[in-house]
């Protein structure tokens, strides 16, 4: 049964840290599109970063170069490390997987949440101004 479990939310001040982590079982994370999606109340669920099974990333803007995604394939566990956090940044957050996208004997992966079809639970992200 392939199952992905969220941990490392939080409630923190702005200007603060949290490290997300995606434990995945019942499947490998080395050959899958991996991401980290967000929902805050009222709004659509947007694609902050999802990774490659090269390593490659891609980061929506507003997060970019205060967010860090990485993986451990040995662990079979995908991290998100947030700092500098902001009160917009209050969400749900989830990990997802889904399959890689090929073309020209090249994969890549998108944010765009209708490529993954396995969802963790969420963990709830909360940051007081």
């Known amino acids: 049964q392939l199952q992905l479990v969220e941990s490392g939310g939080g409630s923190v001040q702005a200007g603060g840290s949290l490290r997300l982590s995606c434990v995945a079982s019942?499947?490998?994370?080395?050959?899958?599109?991996m991401g980290w999606f967000r929902q805050a109340p009222g709004k659509e669920r947007e694609g902050v970063v999802v990774i490659d099974s090269d390593g490659s990333t891609t980061y929506t803007g507003s997060v970019k170069g205060r967010f860090t995604i990485s993986k451990d394939n040995a662990k079979n566990t995908l991290y998100l490390q947030m700092n500098s956090l902001k009160p917009e940044d209050t969400a749900m957050y989830y990990c997802?997987?889904?399959?890689?996208?090929?073309?020209?004997?090249?994969?890549?992966?998108?944010?765009?949440?209708?490529?993954?079809?396995?969802w963790g639970q969420g963990t709830q992200v909360t940051v007081s101004s």
């Open positions: 997802a997987s889904g399959p890689l996208i090929w073309a020209d004997s090249s994969s890549y992966c998108l944010r765009d949440r209708s490529f993954y079809n396995y």
């Open positions: 019942g499947y490998t994370i080395r050959n899958s599109c």
